[in-house]
């Protein structure tokens, strides 16, 4: 009996601790151009075949460093194909993500070897490739934590006109919600973009996965530093375990902190350097543990933290404040810098000189308002039916990136919706073909349109009509057949309209004709069937038929 029951606790204590255990994180990894999934040597981590894209070339790759994925392949996205092209997964639940995208090289030879591009987020730009970004480890890569709210992320590539964007993989990896709080400013509007991450007094390279941390810290990778210089510190290193390492929400592994840069009677002074964009805020996270045997209490080692010389954080004494040796503790702070360097300085008050097992720097980014969705959804109609050609390549959000809005496409802030808008249009001379959708109608806010020139066909929605907003529509010089829609006369604010160049028949809606008398410009050049005479007024030629109402346009 004893042992049935004993038997029966062990079960129920084991479901209580299944039930209560914390689900895998969301993660997503996609290898760029391959037609299979892939499974990648030391950790057999899982690589969807390529998926998502919305144009690109399929090649071989050539990894620009030895922490790029060992994947066989890329995708590449030549100007042919337009200066905009994106990667939409959807079905991504809701949720705190890494996003990390990697650059890759297309292994023939009369290709350029270092494409220099630009990479947006849910429509906000993150990365700016800088020539020189093959040589260096930690920029072969573009990294940041964002919110997605609505089920689906977009990341897009812009060209700069220095090469093709080539994408070796994007990884998608959910973090725990409150990863990386930095106070009142951080949250849903906010991106974090990595900067810099270091792990001192090491020369390996390593990724949290190396280090067998916990997936929902995100599998960072960890570039190592074992010297800010020249005999002006030294390593140390432990083999003890660290407490409070690997505790929510940034769950850090617990190895980051078992290595260590410390300074010398030389070179009392900790400092480290970086080049950054200016007139930026930044992110600041400092990692310690007091793993060097010569301390052992408090007091014994104090130091200040200095910010491009500013003190901000004081009387730094590691023991005091972790609550023991080999125990983690991370400082964060937020700064604004307006110079291209910053410089991170550990100033010894007391004792024994200064000490830091890692840093991270996060350039801090406004995410930007997205287009209304019901309009983004109009345009991508417009788009099919007028089968646009590659080169306009709308993709992504029409407004933003504010660097690279949708070739023909003008743009206003609503600022109590936040919400971008459509207000312009002109597509004149390009080429298009198809026809006018109906849900044209949904650009709601647009003043002017003018697709003239083209070889549209079929009739003109009576949707248009319910735009009220417009002020200028101009469709002529193309195929458009069948009559005017009476609700064109609905269109108040109308100021220039052009049908000309087109195969309209039938009768003038009697309100447009009326919106002459007010200074309206119409060239409409309708066929005659009907007797009628010529008449001028503010410079506009315009028919009138023998009943006395306005029955056409006639342009010579």
């Given at each position: 009996m004893l042992r049935f029951t004993l038997l029966w606790l062990l079960v129920f204590f084991l479901s209580l601790v299944s039930s209560s255990a914390r689900p895998a994180p969301f993660a997503m990894r996609i290898s760029c151009g391959a037609r299979q999934n892939v499974r990648t040597a030391p950790t057999y981590a899982l690589w969807?075949?390529?998926?998502?894209?919305?144009?690109?070339?399929?090649?071989?790759?050539?990894?620009?460093?030895?922490?790029?994925?060992?994947?066989?392949?890329?995708?590449?996205?030549?100007?042919?194909?337009?200066?905009?092209?994106?990667?939409?997964?959807?079905?991504?639940?809701?949720?705190?993500?890494?996003?990390?995208?990697?650059?890759?090289?297309?292994?023939?030879?009369?290709?350029?070897?270092?494409?220099?591009?630009?990479?947006?987020?849910?429509?906000?730009?993150?990365?700016?490739?800088?020539?020189?970004?093959?040589?260096?480890?930690?920029?072969?890569?573009?990294?940041?934590?964002?919110?997605?709210?609505?089920?689906?992320?977009?990341?897009?590539?812009?060209?700069?006109?220095?090469?093709?964007?080539?994408?070796?993989?994007?990884?998608?990896?959910?973090?725990?919600?409150?990863?990386?709080?930095?106070?009142?400013?951080?949250?849903?509007?906010?991106?974090?973009?990595?900067?810099?991450?270091?792990?001192?007094?090491?020369?390996?390279?390593?990724?949290?996965?190396?280090?067998?941390?916990?997936?929902?810290?995100?599998?960072?990778?960890?570039?190592?530093?074992?010297?800010?210089?020249?005999?002006?510190?030294?390593?140390?290193?432990?083999?003890?375990?660290?407490?409070?390492?690997?505790?929510?929400?940034?769950?850090?592994?617990?190895a980051l902190y078992q290595s260590a840069v410390v300074s010398t009677d030389s070179q009392p002074d900790l400092a480290y350097t970086i080049d950054v964009d200016p007139n930026k805020n930044y992110s600041i996270w400092l990692h310690f543990a007091e793993i060097d045997a010569l301390v052992t209490d408090a007091g014994q080692r104090v130091f200040d933290v200095l910010l491009n010389g500013d003190t901000i954080f004081k009387e730094i004494d590691i023991l005091k404040m972790s609550g023991d040796r080999y125990t983690a503790l991370v400082l964060n702070t937020t700064v604004a810098v307006s110079g291209r360097t910053l410089t991170i300085t550990l100033h010894p008050k007391e004792g024994h000189r200064a000490i830091i097992n890692a840093i991270e720097i996060f350039q801090v980014i406004a995410a930007e308002s997205k287009t209304?969705?019901?309009?983004?959804?109009?345009?991508?109609?417009?788009?099919?039916?007028?089968?646009?050609?590659?080169?306009?390549?709308?993709?992504?959000?029409?407004?933003?990136?504010?660097?690279?809005?949708?070739?023909?496409?003008?743009?206003?802030?609503?600022?109590?919706?936040?919400?971008?808008?459509?207000?312009?249009?002109?597509?004149?001379?390009?080429?298009?073909?198809?026809?006018?959708?109906?849900?044209?109608?949904?650009?709601?806010?647009?003043?002017?349109?003018?697709?003239?020139?083209?070889?549209?066909?079929?009739?003109?929605?009576?949707?248009?009509?319910?735009?009220?907003?417009?002020?200028?529509?101009d469709l002529s010089y193309n195929f458009l057949n069948g009559s005017i829609p009476e609700s064109l006369g609905n269109l108040t604010a109308l100021r220039r309209l052009n049908l000309n160049g087109n195969s309209l028949s039938g009768r003038v809606p009697g309100a447009l004709g009326g919106r002459l008398l007010n200074g309206a410009s119409f060239k409409l050049a309708l066929p005659s069937v009907y007797p009628y005479h010529f008449y001028f007024l503010l410079s506009v030629q315009f028919v009138i038929g023998k009943d006395g109402r306005t029955f056409f346009e006639h342009s010579r």
């Open positions: 969807y075949k390529d998926f998502g894209y919305t144009g690109g070339i399929p090649a071989n790759a050539t990894t620009p460093s030895f922490i790029t994925p060992p994947l066989k392949t890329l995708r590449y996205f030549p100007l042919s194909e337009g200066p905009e092209n994106c990667y939409g997964i959807n079905r991504v639940p809701k949720g705190h993500y890494t996003l990390r995208i990697f650059f890759g090289l297309i292994k023939q030879p009369d290709f350029d070897n270092e494409p220099l591009f630009e990479i947006s987020v849910e429509g906000t730009l993150i990365h700016s490739l800088k020539s020189g970004w093959t040589s260096h480890d930690d920029q072969v890569f573009a990294e940041a934590l964002v919110f997605l709210l609505d089920g689906t992320v977009s990341i897009c590539f812009h060209s700069t006109g220095h090469g093709d964007p080539a994408i070796i993989s994007i990884e998608i990896l959910q973090v725990d919600d409150k990863a990386y709080y930095s106070g009142p400013e951080w949250g849903k509007g906010v991106i974090l973009k990595t900067t810099s991450r270091l792990t001192c007094g090491t020369s390996k390279p390593r990724f949290d996965e190396d280090y067998s941390g916990d997936h929902w810290g995100g599998d960072r990778y960890w570039e190592p530093i074992r010297t800010f210089g020249q005999n002006a510190d030294e390593p140390r290193s432990t083999e003890n375990s660290i407490k409070q390492a690997s505790d929510a929400p940034n769950f850090y592994p617990e209304s969705s019901a309009e983004v959804r109009a345009l991508q109609a417009l788009k099919r039916s007028l089968g646009l050609p590659n080169r306009f390549a709308w993709n992504g959000d029409p407004c933003v990136p504010k660097e690279h809005p949708w070739s023909g496409a003008d743009c206003q802030f609503d600022k109590s919706g936040s919400k971008w808008f459509i207000d312009g249009l002109d597509l004149a001379n390009q080429g298009l073909k198809g026809f006018l959708p109906d849900d044209i109608s949904k650009l709601i806010h647009l003043q002017s349109l003018n697709l003239s020139g083209n070889t549209i066909h079929g009739v003109i929605p009576p949707s248009l009509g319910t735009i009220t907003s417009l002020e200028l529509l």
